[in-house]
């Protein structure tokens, strides 16, 4: 369900009676379109998000943790001068419209106490921050909008600050009275929730079937309503009126283990479906946006790493390919240097100026039809076939030195790509981008310079039985873990023949148990680009794990290990974590 007028009346009351008062401490912007007032009050502290992300557009009190850019985005500097240390003084909603105004005193630069306020408009992809001076221009918007782009409304610094235009042949659902908004939508010759959602502004498709399944079960067309569906029509109106004004039921319906819908009300057009149940409307949203958002940061991060990554790989792996060609060509060379004995052994059949001769092999006995150069001397043919011969022989060489290397490559490369696919943070990125900048893949790459911030380089569990469990978070992070951190007689496991991370059972002079081993292993398995049941992982002692010499981050080589099969369950180990 999108966020619709509705349900922005029911957020606004809330945060209006929450947030009022509160004064704004930190202005952060985790991405281009969301924003983070930190704010506190004497007694309590809390954190606003502004979304305008097309997707999940919303407002809300969230207590999610966000990794913030190192350098913040010019917006974001711009609140930060406007209405930092501001106190927020009213949150109110246009009457059947997706927009909330923030109030806020403010001090500007000058000292003098001045009234900006924040137009938060969630409206899809048309969603923005507008800040607007006390005297109603606009001071700027995280999405401008010139001439070119709207000839109804512009939002430029400068520029007067108009509100989003009124839906056009539509009823505000809330200053409407019901009557007029049932009449209206019974004229329309379309199913009873089309119709209620063409000629309703402020409530969204979600509620639109929701009153019509209260009133007629199956959707039927508006004007062929019976005299009761009618009756029924009113009543539900007029339930949804007071179902946002004076008795929310924040809730989410969910399938499984998919998330289908929120509401501020009951939905019984989802029949048997669970219906998970929350005190406020903020907890709701963040319960069902958050898990989403974050994949789609995490996504929108990686693209572009994901790109390079795979563009190299790609390339890697079709070099390899040729390579793999001409090795076996290369297998020539037993015949070049056939050809040179041959012709050395038969000189006085050949004449200069000959292009071929037929002469005996005295290895088999039988023909062979030799090619000859008719400008080379019958020596001069035989020496070139050697030539030839050793060329080969020495191409095959190193053909097959290279080929182990390009495998490495290419081994090394799906590991990075394993790690852009589990990366979680912005730390997390930086990371792989200075490792392949270090590998020599990202020679451009430059790290602007930013306060440094102490990185967790180990995930960290705890097996069933207490035992301490690290899992390395990049490649460098599991040179760090296999090569320094963990002791010789800790135990090293690895998913078998696949990229994934290394993860070390740190013994500590103990001694492990077959549910230890268990627990490590599946964990293993679970930080490893396989998945499913029965995943093959390898373990042994750390002193039995090596780093070949010019081997990449994260590329290692082990002896003495053991194979379980394991089926990672997946909450056991979100138990396990620390």
Not at 177 to 191: C, D, G, M, N
Request: proline content about 3%; aromatic content about 6%.
């Amino acid at each position: 369900m999108a966020l619709d007028a509705s349900m922005l009346r029911c957020l606004c009351s809330e945060l209006d009676e929450t947030l009022a008062g509160m004064r704004i401490m930190k202005v952060t912007m985790p991405s281009r379109d969301e924003v983070i007032l930190s704010l506190r009050s004497q007694d309590s502290q809390a954190r606003l998000l502004i979304s305008t992300r097309a997707g999940s557009a919303r407002l809300q009190i969230t207590d999610e943790n966000f990794d913030n850019p190192a350098v913040p985005p010019p917006f974001c500097m711009l609140l930060r001068k406007h209405i930092g240390g501001g106190r927020i003084t009213k949150i109110e909603c246009l009457d059947s419209e997706r927009v909330a105004y923030i109030h806020i005193d403010a001090v500007d630069e000058m000292g003098d106490l001045v009234h900006p306020m924040l137009s938060v408009e969630l409206m899809g992809r048309y969603s923005n921050i507008v800040i607007v001076s006390d005297k109603g221009i606009v001071i700027d918007a995280i999405k401008r909008i010139n001439d070119s782009m709207s000839d109804v409304r512009q939002l430029m610094p400068g520029f007067i600050f108009t509100a989003p235009p009124a839906q056009i042949n539509k009823l505000p659902f809330f200053s409407t009275s019901t009557s007029v908004l049932a009449e209206r939508a019974l004229k329309e010759a379309k199913p009873l929730s089309s119709a209620l959602l063409s000629t309703i502004a402020g409530i969204g498709p979600t509620i639109c079937r929701e009153i019509s399944f209260r009133t007629c079960g199956n959707d039927r067309d508006a004007d062929m309503l019976s005299a009761d569906e009618k009756a029924l029509l009113y009543s539900n109106i007029e339930y949804v009126k007071h179902a946002v004004d004076h008795d929310r039921h924040y809730s989410i319906v969910k399938n499984d283990s998919r998330l289908v819908e929120f509401s501020y009300m009951d939905l019984q057009q989802y029949g048997e479906l669970d219906i998970i149940r929350f005190d406020t409307a903020s907890e709701m949203l963040n319960h069902f946006y958050s898990e989403r958002d974050r994949e789609e940061r995490r996504k929108a991060k990686s693209h572009n790493l994901k790109h390079q990554v795979t563009t190299i790989l790609e390339r890697t792996v079709r070099r390899n390919a040729a390579r793999e060609a001409e090795y076996y060509s290369a297998d020539k060379a037993d015949i070049k240097k056939l050809y040179g004995e041959l012709l050395t052994a038969n000189l006085w059949k050949i004449k200069k100026g000959d292009k071929t001769v037929t002469v005996e092999n005295y290895y088999d006995g039988t023909e062979v039809s030799i090619a000859l150069d008719p400008m080379l001397a019958p020596n001069g043919n035989a020496q070139k076939y050697y030539k030839e011969y050793r060329k080969l022989t020495n191409a095959h060489k190193i053909l097959e030195k290279l080929l182990v290397e390009g495998k490495s490559e290419e081994e090394y490369l799906r590991s990075v790509l394993f790690e852009i696919e589990n990366a979680e943070s912005e730390e997390d990125f930086t990371s792989i981008r200075e490792e392949l900048k270090n590998s020599g893949y990202l020679k451009a790459y430059k790290v602007k310079a930013a306060k440094s911030r102490k990185v967790n380089e180990f995930i960290k569990y705890r097996s069933s039985e207490g035992i301490e469990i690290l899992v390395g978070r990049s490649n460098t992070a599991n040179d760090k873990l296999s090569l320094h951190t963990a002791d010789k007689h800790d135990f090293w496991f690895h998913v078998k023949n696949a990229p994934g991370a290394h993860v070390v059972l740190r013994l500590k002079g103990s001694v492990p148990s077959d549910r230890d081993l268990e627990d490590a292993a599946e964990i293993a398995a679970y930080h490893s680009s396989v998945s499913g049941d029965n995943i093959e992982v390898d373990y042994t002692e750390i002193r039995n794990v090596h780093k070949e010499s010019g081997a990449k981050a994260g590329m290692v080589i082990y002896k003495g290990q053991t194979t379980v099969i394991v089926s990672p369950d997946e909450e056991k180990i979100k138990k396990l974590k620390v």
